[in-house]
C-alpha cells in the first residue's frame, strides 16, 4: 500500500461545478496534510494545509480532514478553467517531521 | 515571501558528465530537499538536510551526492550522470516541522 494514494484522473468537471478530489494515508499519526497544485512544467504551489479534524475553508477551496478514517480531501467550488491542473496531496508523517510524503498526483480538467 | 531559486530551469549534459544542480533559499529554512519527478511516478524524495553539513538519504539516493555547506544553499549532485537521470529536479525548503514546503521553479535535466 502506497503511503499516499490519490486517483489519478483525469478528473473532468465543467466550469462552474464544485470539483472534488479525495486522498486517503496509512500513518494513521500523521500530523500535518497539505494540498499543492502544479500547473503542467512548474513546480508545486501551496494552495492549502489543514492540521485539525473538520472543514477549512480559503475562498473557493475547502480542505476536509478525517483522521479517524485517514482520509483528506479538496472542495473546489465555483470551478475555473484556469484550476486546471494536477492537485498533489502530501503528508507530514509522524515517523518523520522533517518530511512530506506525496502522493502521485490527480490531473483536474474544467471543461468551459 | 519565501524565494527558492534553482540554478538552470533548463539543463543538457552527456552521459559520464558530472553535474552540479545548485538550490538556494532566502528565509533562513532549516530543512532543504531534493526531488526528481518523472510522469507516472511522482514526487520522489533523493535526499534531505536538516542543518548545514547534515544530510539523510532519501527514497532513491543511488547515483546522488548532495552538499550543505552554507544554511542557504543545497547542491545535488550527479557523480556520473546516465540517461536514466534525465527528469525534473525539485529543490524544496521548509522552516522546521510539521510545516509546508516551499519549492523552486525546478531544472529539467536532459541526459543524452
Known amino acids: 500500500q502506497k503511503e499516499v494514494e490519490q486517483n489519478s484522473g483525469p478528473l473532468s468537471v465543467p466550469e462552474g461545478a464544485i470539483a472534488s478530489l479525495n486522498c486517503t494515508y496509512s500513518d494513521r499519526g500523521s500530523q500535518s496534510f497539505f494540498w499543492y497544485r502544479q500547473y503542467s512544467g512548474k513546480s508545486p504551489e501551496l494552495i492549502m494545509f489543514?492540521?485539525?479534524?473538520g472543514d477549512k475553508e480559503d475562498g473557493r477551496f475547502t480542505a476536509q480532514l478525517n483522521k479517524a478514517s485517514q482520509y483528506v480531501s479538496l472542495l473546489i467550488r465555483d470551478s475555473q478553467p484556469s484550476d486546471s491542473a494536477t492537485y498533489l496531496c502530501a503528508v507530514n508523517p509522524y515517523s518523520s517531521a522533517s518530511k512530506i510524503i506525496f502522493g502521485s498526483g490527480t490531473r483536474l480538467s474544467i471543461r468551459p | 515571501d519565501v524565494k527558492v531559486t534553482q540554478s538552470s530551469r533548463y539543463l543538457v549534459k552527456r552521459t559520464g558528465e558530472k553535474v552540479f544542480l545548485e538550490c538556494v533559499q532566502d528565509?533562513?529554512?532549516?530543512?532543504m530537499f531534493w526531488y526528481r519527478q518523472d510522469p507516472g511516478l511522482g514526487l520522489r524524495l533523493i535526499y534531505f538536510?536538516?542543518?548545514?553539513?547534515?544530510?539523510e538519504k532519501g527514497d532513491i539516493p543511488e547515483g546522488y551526492s548532495v552538499s550543505r555547506e552554507k544554511k542557504e544553499r543545497f547542491s545535488l549532485i550527479l557523480e556520473s550522470a546516465s540517461t536514466n537521470q534525465t527528469s525534473m529536479y525539485l529543490c524544496a525548503s521548509t522552516p522546521g516541522l510539521y510545516n509546508e514546503q516551499f519549492f523552486g521553479p525546478g531544472t529539467r535535466l536532459t541526459v543524452l
Open positions: 489543514i492540521y485539525s479534524n
Open positions: 538536510s536538516y542543518d548545514v553539513k547534515m544530510k
Open positions: 528565509m533562513d529554512h532549516e530543512n
